[in-house]
C-alpha cells in the first residue's frame, strides 16, 4: 500500500500500472519494474536489492471481479537474518488474485440482504487473494509488488548462517540446555 507523505497525502505506488477494467486486454500483460521501481521496492521492502521484478498476469472477468492470474519471477538480494551478509535470492511465486470492487466487499462484509431477506453471497475463489479497487481501474503494479513483499522471508538465512552461529557460540535449538541437560551430558561422559 503507499504510504502517506509529510504533509498528509498519499504517495503513489513504487510500481504502478493501472488496468481500465472495461477494456480488459485479450492477451496476458508483462509487467516489469524498471530500475528506479526496483530501488524504491527494495527500499520499501528493507531489503539490498530488486535485481530483476517480472510478472505474467492474465485478466478474466468473473462473477465476483477480475481474476488475474499468472507467475512472478525475481532475483533480490538481502541480508541473513543470521549474519548480515548479503546473498542473492531467486522467488518465483504464483498469482492467483482477485479484483473487487470496494462497494461489494463492504456489502458482503456488511451482511447485506437482497428483498426475500437473503444474504447475498458472491462466488468468490477461495484460494485468490482479494484485493479491492473502485472506479473502473485497478493498479496492477501495486498488487505484483504486494505479492513480492509477502514472497520476500523475513527471516532467510544465508549459506554462512551455521558458521556465523558457531562463530557467535549459540546454543542449537535442536539441542538441550539447560541444568539437566548439563548433567546428563556429564553422566554419559563417565561411561
Known amino acids: 500500500m503507499s504510504e502517506n507523505g509529510p504533509s498528509g497525502e498519499t504517495s503513489p505506488p513504487e510500481l504502478h500500472r493501472m488496468v481500465k477494467t472495461r477494456a480488459l486486454p485479450g492477451e496476458s500483460i508483462a509487467v516489469i519494474a524498471n530500475e528506479n521501481e526496483r530501488a524504491a521496492l527494495a527500499t520499501r ?30 532475483d533480490i538480494t538481502q ?6 551478509e548479503d546473498f542473492p535470492v531467486t522467488i518465483a511465486e504464483e498469482l492467483d488474485l482477485l479484483f473487487v470492487e470496494d462497494s461489494v466487499l463492504a456489502a458482503r ?7 426475500e431477506g437473503a444474504i447475498e453471497v458472491d462466488l468468490f475463489a477461495e484460494d485468490s487473494e482479494e484485493i479491492g479497487y473502485s472506479g473502473d481501474t485497478f493498479d496492477l503494479g501495486e498488487a505484483v509488488a504486494q505479492s ?11 549459506p554462512n548462517a551455521d558458521k556465523a552461529r558457531q562463530e557467535a557460540e ?9 541444568p539437566l541437560a548439563s548433567a546428563l551430558s556429564e553422566a554419559l561422559k563417565k561411561r
Open 148 to 158: 513480492l513483499g509477502l514472497a520476500i522471508d523475513p527471516y532467510a538465512e544465508g
Open 170 to 178: 549459540l546454543v542449537d535449538e535442536s539441542t538441550p540446555s539447560g
Open 109 to 115: 462484509e456488511a451482511g447485506e440482504v437482497n428483498e
Open 79 to 84: 541480508a541473513c537474518a543470521v549474519s548480515g
Open 45 to 74: 521492502f528493507g531489503i539490498v536489492a530488486i535485481e530483476r521484478l517480472e510478472a505474467q498476469v492474465s485478466l478474466e472477468k468473473t462473477g465476483a471481479g477480475i481474476a488475474a492470474t499468472g507467475s512472478l519471477e525475481a
